[in-house]
């Protein structure tokens, strides 16, 4: 059983850079793609980015290109997501999510889920 958990979540002010965290147990993170969604209230959940397992491949949501950056640490089985020059729009909960093959922006093809963590951008 894959279990995630996302931490790193704060208020920031507008402009503002935030590191989000994606750790994993039991399991080596590097089997696995990784996806990072956010939700905003009243809104459907959408996908910022994500880091394919076997090359490491990036693909990023038109929202977030050249402000978000996906990497990924082996030592320390995680998966991060830089936040930068973060907008009010950014303001959602962010999960991150893993499953085997490349990764992709669509949520329903991830199996495993982390419990979100709060992203606030505000002044």
């Known amino acids: 059983q894959v279990q995630l958990v996302e931490s790193g979540g704060d208020l920031v002010q507008p402009g503002g850079s935030l590191t989000l965290s994606c750790a994993a147990s039991?399991?080596?993170?590097?089997?696995?793609?990784i996806g990072w969604f956010r939700q905003a209230p009243g809104k459907e959940r959408e996908g910022v980015a994500c880091i394919s397992s076997t090359y490491g491949s990036t693909y990023y949501a038109d929202s977030v290109k050249g402000r978000f950056t996906v990497s990924r640490s082996k030592a320390r089985n995680t998966v991060y997501l830089q936040m930068n020059s973060l907008e009010p729009e950014d303001t959602a909960v962010y999960y991150c999510?893993?499953?085997?093959?490349?990764?992709?922006?669509?949520?329903?093809?991830?199996?495993?889920w982390g419990q979100g963590t709060q992203v606030t951008v505000s002044t």
């Open positions: 999510a893993a499953r085997h093959g490349v990764g992709v922006l669509w949520s329903h093809v991830y199996d495993y």
């Open positions: 039991g399991v080596t993170l590097d089997d696995y793609a």
